[in-house]
């Protein structure tokens, strides 16, 4: 409390001096949609030399997912087919590049397609990456400690009951608005850890029932994400054998995250699409606290450098990362500060205070970011539904007004980067983040609010 009243005190001083500093900040208050480009980006090269995360840090991570694929393949059967790697489908959507091109009479340059997290395995969310590998590499490292286990083991050992009873010792605890609670208590309870996922108040009913059949703890909270998260810190802290996953600073998330690109990189070779100078590559993320997007996207530079153009989607009530960002306060800021509610139905981006860890390391290669409204949300994920039979849930569709926004707001960015003649001969990613879990009854109310803001 102490600390937010703080904040609030320099804000009463300084919110005026600010909007003259950066204009757009009008709009976001106002919660207008905005594109902002990034002023600070860098070419990859210079950028790289501020990061406290390496090429080197990533493969490590992928190795590690590679050590446990046959615990995995073990357990979640429906990950058998992959052999263990928890991945999902690269799709092109023609239908919905033609209805987004009629519908905001804008033309599309260039490829479009979907990448489907809301088809991954096991918790059907972003979240099954970052927070699968972070829960993994703890009980990983508990194993090798007390010599249970050797990194060349075959992982499937760690399904018997000598190891779930050694884990039980153990306790894993998370903040969550839902889907990380998701990927780690469904984790964490399969290993035979004790496991407690504090909930915000944005959390859906269905994740808690869910969770609470597969014996997860779960605690609710009347408050937001960043209330959820600082009271399972300090549960956390007091008991020497939980480990928190920390979603607001966590290495190993962004690292687990950033694993996605070489798998990405694998898919778009299959399909023949060429990423290069001449071929260049944007991807839109939802952006919530900032993990997700920012490994991924992290991990995108590695792989493609200056030839990949990362944006990341933000609610127009819940901007934390773009307003981190533009004032360069990171975490020292949060939407409510400036009036904003955090008030959205974008659920798993409900966040009012963006992570600071991940928006300094991002802030040299994220092009830009962006807000959409929670109606804008809804229209979206009807038009999906209609044109390709794909259905995310409303957070996962915020990437998918990245391309119109682009094109339309965004030709500054584009005549900088040498890019307009490169349009034609680029491929736009939209990274669905979200969906498969969501009960059939819930998605039908989704598209119903989708059609009446269609026809209204
Ligand atoms: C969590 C989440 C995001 C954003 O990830 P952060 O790490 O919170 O930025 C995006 N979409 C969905 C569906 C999510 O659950």
Same mark, same amino acid.
């Given at each position: 409390?102490?600390?937010?009243?703080?904040?609030?005190?320099?804000?009463?001083?300084?919110?005026?001096?600010?909007?003259?500093?950066?204009?757009?900040?009008?709009?976001?208050?106002?919660?207008?949609?905005?594109?902002?480009?990034?002023?600070?980006?860098?070419?990859?090269?210079?950028?790289?030399?501020?990061?406290?995360?390496?090429?080197?840090?990533?493969?490590?991570?992928?190795?590690?997912?590679?050590?446990?694929?046959?615990?995995?393949?073990?357990?979640?059967?429906?990950?058998?087919?992959?052999?263990?790697?928890?991945?999902?489908?690269?799709?092109?959507?023609?239908?919905?590049?033609?209805?987004?091109?009629?519908?905001?009479?804008?033309?599309?340059?260039?490829?479009?397609?979907?990448?489907?997290?809301?088809?991954?395995?096991?918790?059907?969310?972003?979240?099954?990456?970052?927070?699968?590998?972070?829960?993994?590499?703890?009980?990983?490292?508990?194993?090798?400690?007390?010599?249970?286990?050797?990194?060349?083991?075959?992982?499937?050992?760690?399904?018997?009951?000598?190891?779930?009873?050694?884990?039980?010792?153990?306790?894993?605890?998370?903040?969550?608005?839902?889907?990380?609670?998701?990927?780690?208590?469904?984790?964490?309870?399969?290993?035979?850890?004790?496991?407690?996922?504090?909930?915000?108040?944005?959390?859906?009913?269905?994740?808690?029932?869910?969770?609470?059949?597969?014996?997860?703890?779960?605690?609710?909270?009347?408050?937001?994400?960043?209330?959820?998260?600082?009271?399972?810190? @300090?549960?956390?802290?007091?008991?020497?054998?939980?480990?928190?996953?920390?979603?607001?600073?966590?290495?190993?998330?962004?690292?687990?995250?950033?694993?996605?690109?070489?798998?990405?990189?694998?898919?778009?070779?299959?399909?023949?699409?060429?990423?290069?100078?001449?071929?260049?590559?944007?991807?839109?993320?939802?952006?919530?606290?900032?993990?997700?997007?920012?490994?991924?996207?992290?991990?995108?530079?590695?792989?493609?450098?200056?030839?990949?153009?990362?944006?990341?989607?933000?609610?127009?009530?819940?901007?934390?990362?773009? @307003?981190? @960002?533009?004032?360069?306060?990171?975490?020292?800021?949060?939407?409510?500060?400036?009036?904003?509610?955090?008030?959205?139905?974008?659920?798993?981006?409900?966040?009012?205070?963006?992570?600071?860890?991940?928006?300094?390391?991002?802030?040299?290669?994220?092009?830009?970011?962006?807000?959409?409204?929670?109606?804008?949300?809804?229209?979206?994920?009807?038009?999906?539904?209609?044109?390709?039979?794909?259905?995310?849930?409303?957070?996962?569709?915020?990437?998918?007004?990245?391309?119109?926004?682009?094109?339309?707001?965004?030709?500054?960015?584009?005549?900088?980067?040498?890019?307009?003649?490169?349009?034609?001969?680029?491929?736009?990613?939209?990274?669905?983040?979200?969906?498969?879990?969501?009960?059939?009854?819930?998605?039908?109310?989704?598209?119903?609010?989708?059609?009446?803001?269609?026809?209204?």
């Amino acid at each position: 409390m102490r600390r937010s009243n703080k904040v609030k005190d320099i804000e009463f001083r300084e919110l005026e001096t600010w909007k003259e500093h950066y204009p757009l900040l009008n709009q976001l208050i106002s919660m207008k949609e905005i594109l902002w480009l990034n002023p600070n980006i860098e070419k990859f090269k210079t950028g790289m030399k501020k990061s406290p995360l390496t090429q080197e840090d990533v493969r490590d991570a992928e190795e590690r997912l590679k050590r446990f694929a046959p615990y995995i393949a073990k357990v979640f059967p429906e990950t058998k087919k992959m052999n263990g790697i928890i991945e999902s489908p690269l799709t092109r959507i023609p239908s919905m590049k033609q209805s987004l091109e009629q519908n905001y009479q804008q033309p599309i340059l260039g490829e479009l397609l979907l990448k489907c997290d809301s088809h991954l395995p096991i918790s059907g969310s972003i979240k099954a990456r970052g927070g699968i590998y972070e829960v993994l590499k703890h009980a990983e490292k508990l194993a090798l400690q007390h010599q249970l286990l050797t990194i060349q083991d075959d992982y499937s050992i760690l399904d018997s009951e000598r190891f779930r009873t050694f884990f039980s010792q153990y306790s894993i605890a998370v903040g969550s608005t839902g889907n990380l609670g998701l990927s780690i208590g469904i984790m964490s309870a399969k290993l035979g850890f004790h496991v407690t996922v504090h909930m915000s108040a944005d959390a859906k009913q269905w994740k808690k029932d869910l969770l609470r059949n597969k014996n997860v703890n779960v605690i609710e909270y009347d408050s937001d994400y960043s209330k959820a998260v600082e009271e399972g810190r @300090l549960q956390a802290d007091a008991d020497p054998a939980c480990y928190f996953v920390d979603d607001e600073n966590s290495n190993d998330l962004f690292l687990g995250y950033a694993v996605a690109a070489s798998r990405l990189k694998k898919q778009l070779e299959e399909l023949k699409i060429t990423i290069d100078k001449n071929h260049p590559l944007f991807v839109y993320l939802p952006c919530g606290v900032g993990g997700g997007p920012g490994g991924i996207a992290f991990g995108l530079k590695l792989l493609y450098q200056d030839h990949v153009h990362c944006f990341f989607a933000e609610p127009t009530h819940s901007p934390c990362m773009l @307003l981190g @960002l533009m004032t360069g306060l990171h975490d020292k800021i949060s939407v409510q500060d400036i009036g904003i509610d955090n008030v959205t139905d974008a659920d798993g981006l409900a966040v009012g205070r963006p992570s600071g860890f991940v928006g300094k390391t991002i802030e040299p290669f994220l092009s830009g970011n962006y807000t959409v409204s929670d109606e804008q949300l809804y229209k979206l994920l009807k038009e999906l539904i209609d044109t390709e039979g794909i259905h995310l849930e409303p957070s996962a569709l915020a990437g998918m007004i990245g391309p119109i926004k682009l094109s339309k707001e965004g030709t500054d960015y584009l005549r900088r980067h040498n890019l307009t003649e490169k349009m034609s001969k680029g491929t736009h990613i939209i990274w669905g983040t979200g969906g498969n879990m969501v009960p059939e009854e819930m998605m039908m109310q989704y598209y119903q609010k989708g059609l009446n803001l269609t026809r209204g």
